[in-house]
């Protein structure tokens, strides 16, 4: 099979009408709901969301939300608004920034932060990169904090402290989501997923936070395509441009930075060549990179789907409950 850049290519204006389509089956249809609830952040993932949403039922019938705290970017409600009166919705906005800290989000992270770099502490910066993978190791995690004069400092993490710092910040996604049920409920709506088959794929969300939906609609799209559906739809110039970020910690972070091999974009091609057993040497060709490199980009992208195969399982039960599982 030859492989080139346009196995990618999708028809985007036929795509928008089938997933509408999907939702209103599935949403009213199915759920038996009356509209979504979108939880916008700026980027390109959740603003594709919202406007299929918009297709699907009307404005009046979506409800978007604006959830930013004390280290989410400023950008981010700023094209997330744009966004919103694109799209022709009045946000609802909520700084969850006092429930994080009532909670111990930021008071945990920083406990373990500190456990690798002492002085961290009020005007202090920080995130946490990945490593390994595409050299052939094992995944690793570094930690990047930048003080308040502007010197910076890395430092591998231990297990303890990455999974601290890991479960502190993931409070921030599952206080977003608390908080889009809540708007849900109130309105007999669908709260709508926003991955993309990246994200999707390789498992990177959290468990009961931004990995918890009532419909994922573009969770079968790499993230190329949606933004290709965020061109056909003409969304604000602001988020379509945008690079991918992670948004959760203080400094700065790409997602490629974080958790996958590579930007988005070579990863897109990566995953599509894997998922259609092509060999590593037309791909490395393609991408400028080494053979090894991409073997190692395919081990990688193999040991993230094991890794993370319980954030797709539902609870375990002890003995099956037919009465209700037939249902399904």
């Known amino acids: 099979m030859t492989l080139d850049w346009s196995v990618l290519d999708i028809d985007a204006g036929t795509e928008v009408e089938r997933i509408a389509g999907r939702l209103r089956e599935g949403v009213v249809g199915s759920l038996h709901k009356r509209g979504a609830v979108v939880a916008i952040s700026g980027g390109v993932d959740s603003a594709v969301c919202a406007a299929l949403a918009v297709r699907a039922f009307g404005p009046e019938r979506v409800v978007t939300l604006i959830l930013p705290e004390q280290e989410s970017s400023a950008d981010s409600a700023i094209h997330a608004r744009a966004l919103a009166a694109y799209l022709g919705i009045e946000p609802v906005e909520q700084n969850i920034g006092p429930t994080l800290a009532a909670i111990g989000c930021y008071h945990a992270r920083d406990e373990a932060v500190r456990r690798v770099v002492p002085e961290f502490g009020a005007g202090w910066r920080m995130k946490i990169i990945v490593a390994g993978g595409t050299q052939g190791r094992f995944n690793h995690f570094r930690l990047v904090v930048e003080s308040p004069s502007g010197e910076s400092h890395e430092a591998r993490l231990g297990l303890s402290e990455y999974l601290q710092i890991v479960a502190a910040t993931s409070f921030k996604q599952r206080i977003r989501k608390s908080i889009e049920y809540f708007h849900a409920d109130r309105r007999n709506y669908a709260v709508i997923g926003t991955p993309n088959r990246l994200e999707y794929d390789q498992g990177f969300f959290v468990k009961n936070g931004d990995g918890s939906a009532d ?74 990179l080494s053979v090894e490199t991409v073997r190692h980009v395919y081990d990688d992208i193999r040991a993230k789907r094991r890794a993370t195969q319980y954030l797709h399982r539902r609870p375990i039960l002890v003995a099956p409950v037919v009465e209700i599982e037939s249902v399904w």
Do not use: C
């Open 215 to 288: 419909v994922k609609p573009i969770a079968h799209l790499y993230k190329s395509q949606v933004y290709a559906l965020a061109a056909y739809l003409r969304l604000p110039a602001e988020v379509t441009a945008a690079a991918p970020t992670t948004d959760t910690y203080s400094l700065p972070q790409g997602q490629d930075e974080f958790y996958f091999s590579l930007p988005y974009r070579q990863m897109d091609l990566a995953l599509w060549a894997l998922n259609h057993r092509i060999d590593p040497e037309p791909l490395a060709e393609l991408l400028g």
